[in-house]
T-cell receptor
């Protein structure tokens, strides 16, 4: 079983739609969780950290369910510019430096 | 500020040749990482460094060596390149007490 699993997609949605991605992780001792965004042939960039209480940043909402070991990302009012690959990322270690474990990514395509 | 830079951007090597990838940062970050990204797989950690003069193995260290003689530079070496090392290589930094990793633009390496 992969440490971090995501549906690769692609998710094809029209502008203005709401879309949600889930990700599961296998290590129950994992400490911190993130969503990174990666545009085609570019480097990953942090979209948001995921906190136990859930957190929201504009149109983006992230949730963590430790009991079921999954993380979700909800995007409301999708924009064309949201088209990208979304990487679910987990840090299994309780250390200052981050030995991150990356999912393979979920591809989102937003169309006019 | 340039952030995180990588040289070269592209390289084609023949099997058995050697090369060094350079990662440079001007963010004064303590931690630096080398990843590789292959189709259908998440980013995988090759080596990392928690400070000047220190290095440690990640998930896939075989065939690679690293050095961090100066805080701002992290070098990744391939002593005898193999076709299995064809990949996109990303360097990342982390520091300032934060969790976010900042990635360089990547190096696309092809080994024939």
């Amino acid at each position: 079983r992969k440490e971090v699993e995501q549906d690769p997609g692609p998710f094809n949605v029209p502008e203005g739609a709401t879309v949600a991605f889930n990700c599961t992780y296998s290590n129950s001792a994992s400490q911190s969780f993130f969503w990174y965004r990666q545009d085609c042939r570019k480097e990953p960039k942090l979209l948001m950290s995921v906190y136990s209480s859930g957190n929201e940043d504009g149109r983006f909402t992230a949730q963590l369910n430790r009991a079921s070991q999954y993380i979700s990302l909800l995007i409301r009012d999708s924009k064309l510019s949201d088209s990208a690959t979304y990487l679910c990322v987990v840090n299994p270690w309780n250390t200052g430096f981050q030995k991150l474990v990356f999912g393979t990514g979920t591809r989102l395509l937003v169309s006019p | 500020n340039a952030g995180v830079t990588q040289t070269p951007k592209f390289r084609v090597l023949k099997t058995g040749q050697s090369m060094t990838l350079l990662c440079a940062q001007d963010m004064n970050h303590e931690y630096m990482y080398w990843y590789r990204q292959d189709p259908g797989m998440g980013l995988r950690l090759i080596h990392y460094s928690v400070g000047e003069g220190t290095t440690a193995k990640g998930e896939v260290p075989d065939g690679y060596n690293v050095s961090r003689l100066k805080k701002q530079n992290f070098l990744l070496g391939l002593e005898s390149a193999a076709p299995s090392q064809t990949s996109v290589y990303f360097c990342a930094t982390q520091g300032g007490g934060g969790d976010e990793q900042y990635f360089g633009p990547g190096t696309r390496l092809t080994v024939t």
